[in-house]
């Protein structure tokens, strides 16, 4: 079995189950378990193609990914605001404490549960651990192509954004998200090139939604 299989089947059914009893009947299609699916397995694609053959990632470390993308938006449960990312702190405390684990070999990952929401990328490189470089990556990656269309349009409307701002604020948030892939991940031209094009239909979308609403300046 390779690391990614065997961190899944240590985790990824615990998760899914702990994820489904605290998510409830919460009406937010954007942030909900197929979301967190794709995050881990675009996650998985950024650590294909930086894993170095010769000094592979540790099983540790696949597993803190693993629990990381499956638990980074979990909090919007308890707010769809900013603060989302230090609910989901706490209740990935919650999971390993339920698991006998302890919080304290996991701080690297907690970190970046609570910080993967910073899309202006303001931490300072040396604060952004490893962990927190993969899961931000991955979730920026669901918020290009067709998905991230209708994900941008929920929650930004869920934040009450009002319509003369969405395709600028939208924009703006997703040209600084593949800035970030590209910063990270451009020794990996063939992913970066994939990406480019989900990220442009979406940046399109949105440019022509602007100007057929009237609100491009």
Not at 72 to 88: I, K, N, P, W, Y
Not at 101 to 130: C, Q, V, W
Not at 198 to 207: A, G, K, N, T, V
Request: glycine share 6%.
């Amino acid at each position: 079995m390779n690391t990614p299989g065997l961190a899944e089947s240590l985790y990824q059914q615990a998760l899914e189950v702990f994820f489904n009893a605290r998510w409830g009947n919460k009406k937010l299609f954007s942030h909900d378990l197929s979301h967190h699916r794709r995050v881990w397995t675009f996650a998985k694609e950024l650590l294909a193609c930086t894993e170095n053959r010769n000094n592979p990632y540790s099983i540790d470390f696949y597993c803190k990914i693993l629990i990381a993308c499956y638990l980074h938006d979990l909090g919007m449960t308890v707010t769809t605001g900013a603060e989302h990312g230090r609910e989901s702190r706490d209740l990935a405390v919650v999971f390993l404490s339920d698991r006998g684990l302890d919080p304290a070999g996991f701080t690297d990952m907690l970190d970046a549960i609570e910080k993967h929401d910073d899309k202006e990328y303001s931490s300072e490189a040396g604060e952004r651990n490893s962990i927190l470089v993969i899961l931000s990556a991955a979730d920026d990656m669901d918020a290009f192509g067709y998905t991230g269309i209708y994900r941008y349009l929920e929650i930004y409307t869920e934040r009450c954004i009002p319509p003369e701002k969405l395709g600028q604020r939208i924009r703006k948030n997703a040209s600084n998200r593949f800035r970030n892939l590209e910063a990270n991940f451009g020794k990996c031209p063939g992913l970066i090139e994939k990406h480019r094009q989900r990220y442009l239909i979406l940046d399109e979308y949105f440019r022509e939604f602007e100007k057929e609403a009237g609100f491009s300046q």
